[in-house]
């Protein structure tokens, strides 16, 4: 059986009632970016080589948002009751159009819920380092140079639905063609969710 690097899963869909204030906390003036990778300048401004062609290429980040009380409870309530973060997150087409390999500083799974996938053919992708095992030890590593990596798998995730992705596998989202935002909740096991995994 091949190796499953993210699954679709069967949970509730957010309420509608809770989206103008995730988006207006995505975009307010003073938000504030809660991701860790973000206080490494060398992460800020990673330039990736070898994607396509010699040129090098900006890598936009994932900015997380703290969300309100109530949605949290609704999380805990709906979702799962035990996370490392609950935030909405915007990856801003205008800093790049690929968001480079790295795993995670804060989680080992991430549930993740698209309100705007980033575009038809945005996909978030999985990769492995020559050389590495495929799920690594160190947390929040990452990789600049494509020639050093070969791709595991993919997937193009739709709009308003439940996935779980392995963030210890290097990975990133490739032709994100206008602002991706999502709710990512954090998770370091997925106790919670493994009867509602569909695949």
């Not at 990778?37 to 290429?57: A, F, G, Q, T, V």
């Not at 087409?93 to 705007?116: N, Q």
């Not at 989202?173 to 493994?194: A, K, S, Y």
Request: some cysteine.
């Amino acid at each position: 059986m091949e190796p499953l690097y993210y699954h679709l899963v069967d949970l509730p869909s957010i309420p509608d009632s809770f989206m103008q204030d995730l988006l207006s906390r995505a975009y307010h003036e003073q938000r504030q970016d809660t991701s860790q990778n973000h206080l490494r300048p060398e992460y800020r401004s990673r330039m990736i080589s070898n994607i396509d062609s010699d040129k090098l290429l900006p890598s936009t980040r994932s900015q997380r948002f703290k969300t309100s009380d109530d949605f949290a409870h609704w999380i805990r309530q709906n979702i799962v009751t035990d996370y490392t973060e609950c935030s909405i997150s915007v990856t801003e087409h205008a800093l790049g159009s690929i968001h480079g390999a790295h795993t995670d500083w804060t989680r080992h799974w991430l549930l993740i819920y698209p309100f705007v996938t980033g575009g038809a053919k945005c996909q978030t992708t999985w990769y492995q380092q020559h050389g590495q095992s495929v799920q690594r030890p160190d947390l929040g590593c990452y990789v600049t140079d494509y020639s050093e990596i070969q791709v595991l798998d993919h997937v193009i995730m739709q709009e308003r639905s439940w996935y779980a992705l392995d963030t210890r596998v290097l990975h990133g989202v490739e032709n994100i063609q206008h602002d991706r935002i999502t709710v990512q909740i954090g998770l370091w096991h997925l106790d919670d969710v493994m009867t509602k995994l569909i695949f």
